[in-house]
Nanobody
Framework: QVQLEESGGGLVQPGGSLRLSCTASGNIFSINTMAWYRQAPGKERGLVALITSGDGTDYVDSAKGRFTISRDNAAKNTVFLQMNSLKPEDTAVYYC????????????????WGQGTLVTVSS
């Protein structure tokens, strides 16, 4: 069974920084795309940033220039989101996402979601 575990959320003041981490565990051979989504209270879940197995990246406009997504160079089963210059509107539950997960047993999982980590930006 493949699981995603996030960490790094918390309370930060406006203008501050946080670094989120997400590690995929299980009998994994490879993962295609990993991403971060977020869901603010009363709003739909939306993409924040993604990174492909080839290290291609894409960001939502509101994250460009402030957030950086990266993956560990070895197994590429861990994804990070460095968030700088945080604003109150960044407050949300942040979810880790992975797709096209190939297992050692030869299975392909279309997608897996983490449980989410809360980021609160407030003074």
């Amino acid at each position: 069974q493949v699981q995603l575990e996030e960490s790094g959320g918390g309370l930060v003041q406006p203008g501050g920084s946080l670094r989120l981490s997400c590690t995929a565990s299980g009998n994994i051979f490879s993962i295609n795309t990993m991403a971060w989504y977020r869901q603010a209270p009363g709003k739909e879940r939306g993409l924040v940033a993604l990174i492909t197995s080839g290290d291609g990246t894409d960001y939502v406009d509101s994250a460009k220039g402030r957030f950086t997504i990266s993956r560990d160079n070895a197994a590429k089963n861990t994804v990070f989101l460095q968030m700088n210059s945080l604003k109150p509107e960044d407050t949300a539950v942040y979810y880790c996402y992975a797709d096209n997960i190939h297992t050692m047993a030869g299975r392909t999982l279309p997608e897996v979601w983490g449980q989410g980590t809360l980021v609160t930006v407030s003074s």
